[in-house]
C-alpha cells in the first residue's frame, strides 16, 4: 500500500492514526509538528501527508505551504485535520490540501478519506 506521513501533535491521536493505518496496510511515518514533518520528508517521501491544522513551530497551512515551494515535495497530497470546521480550514489553506477530516472523526472515515484521496493522486 502506500507510504504516508502523520504529522499530529497530540500523541494519543497520532498513535491510533498509525495504528489503524497500518492495520490497512500502510507504512505509517509520524511527526510531530510540522518543522520535522519537513524532516521526516526528506527520509521516506510519502505518498501522502495526514496533517494536523493546529500545531506548535510550524502549523499544517506552513507545512503545506513549504511542500508546495518544494518541487520534490509539492504534488504530494494531504489531508487536513482539525476541531474546526473546513470553512475556517479553506481560508487559511486554501488550495493547499486534497482532503479534510473534522476531530473528533470516525475511523472508518480517516480509511475512507485516504483511499479517496490516494486514488485521485493516481
Request: zero cysteines; a negative charge.
Amino acid at each position: 500500500m502506500a507510504t504516508i506521513l502523520i504529522v499530529e501533535d497530540e500523541f494519543g491521536i497520532a498513535e491510533v492514526l498509525e495504528s489503524v493505518l497500518v492495520d490497512a496496510g500502510h507504512d505509517v511515518v509520524t511527526a510531530i509538528n510540522g518543522k520535522q514533518g519537513l524532516e521526516r520528508l526528506t527520509e521516506k517521501p510519502p505518498q501522502l501527508v495526514l496533517l494536523d491544522f493546529m500545531m506548535p513551530l510550524l502549523d499544517g497551512p506552513g507545512m503545506l505551504r513549504a511542500m508546495k515551494n518544494d518541487p520534490a515535495y509539492r504534488d504530494i497530497p494531504a489531508v487536513l485535520m482539525s476541531s474546526l470546521p473546513e470553512s475556517a480550514i479553506a481560508e487559511a489553506a486554501s488550495g493547499l490540501y486534497s482532503g479534510f477530516l473534522r476531530k473528533p472523526f470516525k475511523l472508518h472515515a480517516v480509511i475512507e478519506v485516504i483511499n479517496r484521496v490516494l486514488n485521485a493522486a493516481g
